[in-house]
């Protein structure tokens, strides 16, 4: 089984960046979609970013387009997502997450394994 495990979040300034990591484990990464979700407290978790198994497609969500950048690195493991000129509406935890078959890659249900997530604090 697939596990993944997520780093890199933290507390920074509106308009600053932050670079999260998601490391796997277990199977060879390029048989896997990979998203990235996030969930603030008392909402529900929503998609950010996706990304095709070789990295040919990337897909955001309108409000991070322009500002967030989702990578994957098969050889070492790893999903990225870099985070530009963040907001406080982008304060929440973030979770890695990994499909076999994915095809709209915005639904959460489509995704088979994730992460334990990673807290990203965005002040003003």
């Known amino acids: 089984q697939v596990k993944l495990t997520e780093s890199g979040g933290g507390l920074v300034q509106a308009g600053d960046s932050l670079r999260l990591s998601c490391a796997a484990s277990?199977?060879?990464?390029?048989?896997?979609?990979m998203g990235w979700f996030r969930q603030a407290p008392g909402k529900e978790r929503e998609f950010v970013a996706a990304i095709s198994r070789f990295g040919a497609s990337t897909y955001y969500r309108d409000s991070v387009k322009g500002r967030f950048t989702i990578s994957r690195d098969n050889a070492k493991m790893s999903l990225y997502l870099q985070m530009d000129s963040l907001k406080p509406e982008d304060t929440a935890v973030y979770y890695c997450a990994a499909g076999a078959r994915a095809r709209l890659y915005r639904p959460a249900i489509e995704y088979d394994y994730w992460g334990q997530g990673t807290q990203v604090t965005v002040s003003s």
């Open positions: 277990g199977a060879t990464l390029s048989v896997y979609s």
